[in-house]
């Protein structure tokens, strides 16, 4: 899933004051957008998510915020359709499971993180206990190990960006075969997905905020907990908000009335 509506996008004197301003915030709408996605999740996806991993970028954490409000409210909560907040809504934090992934962050790159705003030296710092303190209280999983301990070296190739993005999602999906996993991560983590796991997707033209492409693939369990699993596969079925080409042809998956920049 991409982060929702980022604030220097709506507001681009923000920039001027920030003291991190290649790390913006959602805008409000970004948070109603988001939290609006997992109500969406919850009542039309069919299956329950049981882990979120999420970028340490701030629009990723607090999309993955309100997303984990909405799936994890307690049962009641979540079924008015005019409720667009997650402002005081109860959650039973036992229902979901958040952690940070490294692997899933922006792409370390000027195409990505604009010159305008990129550190001279290169250095991005992110406190981890700063991080996990945008997310509700009890739904860290402080056992979960990040996949990658550091962020990608600074002008990482494009090539190279898009290979991470799919070697995360595979590994995440190898390391827990039984479970329903979401990452919140960014336009182009979404891009490399679909265009990774969907082969006849040539190229994705548009991704709305918050838009969530979908890969599912058959698994095999065996004796002590071994599995053999097929291969990770995208789905047509179960997209939201994209924009893509199939050879000559241009697919537009559920919602996807507006076509935004992938970055």
């Given at each position: 899933?991409?982060?929702?509506?980022?604030?220097?996008?709506?507001?681009?004197?923000?920039?001027?004051?920030?003291?991190?301003?290649?790390?913006?915030?959602?805008?409000?709408?970004g948070k109603i957008r988001a939290y609006c996605t997992g109500q969406?999740?919850?009542?039309?996806?069919?299956?329950?998510?049981?882990?979120?991993?999420?970028?340490?970028?701030?629009?990723?954490?607090?999309?993955?915020?309100?997303?984990?409000?909405?799936?994890?409210?307690?049962?009641?909560?979540?079924?008015?359709?005019?409720?667009?907040?997650?402002?005081?809504?109860?959650?039973?934090?036992?229902?979901?499971?958040?952690?940070?992934?490294?692997?899933?962050?922006?792409?370390?790159?000027?195409?990505?993180?604009?010159?305008?705003?990129?550190?001279?030296?290169?250095?991005?710092?992110?406190?981890?206990?700063?991080?996990?303190?945008?997310?509700?209280?009890?739904?860290?999983?402080?056992?979960?190990?990040?996949?990658?301990?550091?962020?990608p070296e600074w002008q990482e190739t494009i090539e190279g960006a898009?290979?991470?993005?799919?070697?995360?999602?595979?590994?995440?999906?190898?390391?827990?075969?039984?479970?329903?996993?979401?990452?919140?991560?960014?336009?182009?983590?979404?891009?490399?997905?679909?265009?990774?796991?969907?082969?006849?997707?040539?190229?994705?033209?548009?991704?709305?905020?918050?838009?969530?492409?979908?890969?599912?693939?058959?698994?095999?369990?065996?004796?002590?907990?071994?599995?053999?699993?097929?291969?990770?596969?995208?789905?047509?079925?179960?997209?939201?908000?994209?924009?893509?080409?199939?050879?000559?042809?241009?697919?537009?998956?559920?919602?996807?009335?507006?076509?935004?920049?992938?970055?």
């Amino acid at each position: 899933m991409r982060h929702g509506d980022r604030m220097d996008n709506f507001e681009p004197l923000w920039i001027s004051t920030a003291k991190r301003p290649w790390d913006p915030p959602l805008v409000e709408a970004g948070k109603i957008r988001a939290y609006c996605t997992g109500q969406s999740l919850r009542n039309k996806l069919g299956f329950p998510i049981h882990r979120i991993f999420v970028s340490p970028f701030l629009r990723c954490l607090q999309t993955a915020a309100e997303i984990v409000i909405a799936l994890s409210a307690v049962e009641g909560q979540h079924d008015d359709p005019n409720n667009s907040s997650s402002n005081s809504v109860v959650i039973d934090p036992s229902k979901i499971k958040v952690a940070i992934e490294y692997g899933l962050c922006e792409m370390m790159n000027l195409r990505a993180i604009r010159p305008n705003v990129a550190p001279k030296d290169g250095v991005f710092n992110f406190n981890l206990s700063q991080c996990e303190a945008v997310l509700p209280p009890g739904t860290i999983d402080h056992a979960a190990e990040q996949l990658h301990k550091q962020l990608p070296e600074w002008q990482e190739t494009i090539e190279g960006a898009r290979a991470r993005y799919r070697e995360v999602i595979k590994a995440l999906a190898d390391k827990y075969p039984s479970e329903n996993l979401l990452l919140v991560t960014h336009g182009e983590g979404v891009e490399s997905a679909v265009c990774g796991f969907m082969q006849e997707v040539k190229k994705v033209r548009g991704l709305e905020y918050c838009a969530y492409s979908h890969s599912g693939r058959p698994i095999v369990f065996g004796e002590n907990q071994s599995f053999t699993a097929g291969d990770l596969l995208g789905l047509h079925e179960g997209q939201v908000g994209i924009t893509y080409v199939t050879g000559d042809s241009e697919v537009a998956s559920d919602d996807s009335s507006k076509k935004t920049n992938i970055n």
